[in-house]
């Protein structure tokens, strides 16, 4: 089992301050690194009889699977910190600022492309490819297999929020810039789901399908609505979509991701086969069949090319 850790005694630093809809947040010291720490916010007013959501799990858990498949993630750790009395489980997020790099995210690189009259916080697929095309922090195609690796395993995991402001580039002081760690996978993995919610996708094959094949969506878009990842991946018609997603099933071990679930600290044995059943479910229904689709093609391609 992962350690249990309680941040309540850690410094904290005041002058650091992060935006963000999702909970609140502070900057403190663990360990001598300095993190985010976010805390769960209100499930009030949401479909859900929890007090507060799970996204610090969900946070941790998607980051973490992110690092076993192989794409840079933030560093996560799963703790608790006490407020009032009430002690909260909370997620620290490692502060990849911190050696004095500046993050820039994608929004803010989209709004540099003078020549497109789409603001930055678009999130309509057609316009996140210019950008990718013509920005210049990067080389433009390790962006673009970067943006379809992360895409891939937003599927997998069921993430509703990989909006244009959670997702970007570091640049130190002397101009070098870089892609960012993946970051913010709090909307991953159901973090509304109560326990109500997971028995009944425990239980019932419909239950599960539908929070496979219908949602969550992408919050990226094509023709001003919102990317169903099942559709879009098993009718990919974008090569540079499918190698990405042909690699990221190949790095994909099931086995791995079930034993580091299992070792999560602070959840139920009812969240834990949740979870990996969940995760399952989106890998063999989702990317799996939609990496069959594109072998086959693939196999019927280099036969027509052979008559």
Same mark, same amino acid.
């Given at each position: 089992m992962q350690n249990e850790?309680?941040?309540?005694?850690?410094?904290?630093?005041?002058?650091?301050?992060?935006?963000?809809?999702?909970?609140?947040?502070?900057?403190?010291?663990?360990?001598?690194?300095?993190?985010?720490?976010?805390?769960?916010?209100?499930?009030?007013?949401?479909?859900?009889?929890?007090?507060?959501?799970?996204?610090?799990?969900?946070?941790?858990?998607?980051?973490?699977?992110?690092?076993?498949?192989?794409?840079?993630?933030?560093?996560?750790? /799963?703790?608790?910190?006490? =407020?009032?009395?009430? +002690? *909260? @489980?909370?997620?620290?997020?490692? #502060?990849?600022? %911190?050696?004095?790099?500046?993050?820039?995210?994608?929004?803010?690189?989209?709004?540099?492309?003078?020549?497109?009259?789409?603001?930055?916080?678009?999130?309509?697929?057609?316009?996140?490819?210019?950008?990718?095309?013509?920005?210049?922090?990067?080389?433009?195609?390790?962006?673009?297999?970067?943006?379809?690796?992360?895409?891939?395993?937003?599927?997998?995991?069921?993430?509703?929020?990989?909006?244009?402001?959670?997702?970007?580039?570091?640049?130190?002081?002397?101009?070098?810039?870089?892609?960012?760690?993946?970051?913010?996978?709090?909307?991953?993995? /159901?973090?509304?789901?109560? =326990?109500?919610?997971? +028995? *009944? @996708?425990?239980?019932?094959?419909? #239950?599960?399908? %539908?929070?496979?094949?219908?949602?969550?969506?992408?919050?990226?878009?094509?023709?001003?609505?919102?990317?169903?990842?099942?559709?879009?991946?098993?009718?990919?018609?974008?090569?540079?979509?499918?190698?990405?997603?042909?690699?990221?099933v190949e790095r994909i071990?099931?086995?791995?991701?079930?034993?580091?679930?299992?070792?999560?600290?602070?959840?139920?044995?009812?969240?834990?086969?949740?979870?990996?059943?969940?995760?399952?479910?989106?890998?063999?229904?989702?990317?799996?069949?939609?990496?069959?689709?594109?072998?086959?093609?693939?196999?019927?391609?280099?036969?027509?090319?052979?008559?």
């Amino acid at each position: 089992m992962q350690n249990e850790v309680d941040f309540t005694g850690c410094r904290i630093v005041p002058t650091k301050a992060f935006g963000g809809a999702n909970g609140k947040k502070i900057s403190i010291e663990y360990d001598g690194e300095l993190y985010m720490l976010k805390f769960p916010p209100s499930a009030e007013n949401k479909p859900t009889e929890l007090s507060y959501t799970n996204s610090c799990i969900s946070e941790h858990i998607a980051s973490s699977i992110f690092n076993i498949i192989g794409l840079n993630a933030q560093k996560t750790i /799963l703790g608790t910190y006490t =407020v009032n009395g009430k +002690e *909260k @489980v909370v997620c620290a997020c490692k #502060d990849f600022t %911190a050696d004095g790099e500046t993050f820039y995210d994608f929004s803010a690189i989209k709004n540099t492309i003078i020549d497109s009259e789409h603001l930055g916080a678009g999130t309509e697929l057609e316009d996140i490819l210019e950008t990718i095309e013509k920005q210049k922090f990067v080389d433009s195609a390790e962006l673009l297999e970067f943006f379809w690796e992360m895409f891939a395993v937003d599927a997998f995991l069921g993430n509703f929020d990989r909006h244009n402001g959670n997702w970007g580039f570091l640049v130190d002081d002397n101009g070098n810039s870089r892609i960012a760690p993946v970051f913010d996978c709090g909307s991953c993995l /159901l973090p509304q789901a109560d =326990v109500k919610i997971m +028995e *009944k @996708v425990l239980k019932n094959e419909d #239950d599960l399908n %539908a929070r496979v094949y219908q949602f969550p969506t992408s919050a990226i878009k094509e023709d001003n609505r919102k990317i169903n990842y099942f559709d879009f991946l098993t009718n990919c018609n974008d090569d540079n979509c499918s190698a990405a997603l042909k690699r990221i099933v190949e790095r994909i071990n099931l086995d791995e991701i079930n034993d580091f679930i299992d070792d999560v600290p602070y959840i139920s044995d009812l969240q834990r086969n949740f979870y990996k059943q969940y995760i399952a479910a989106r890998y063999e229904k989702i990317l799996e069949f939609a990496y069959d689709n594109i072998m086959e093609q693939s196999k019927d391609f280099g036969m027509n090319q052979m008559q």
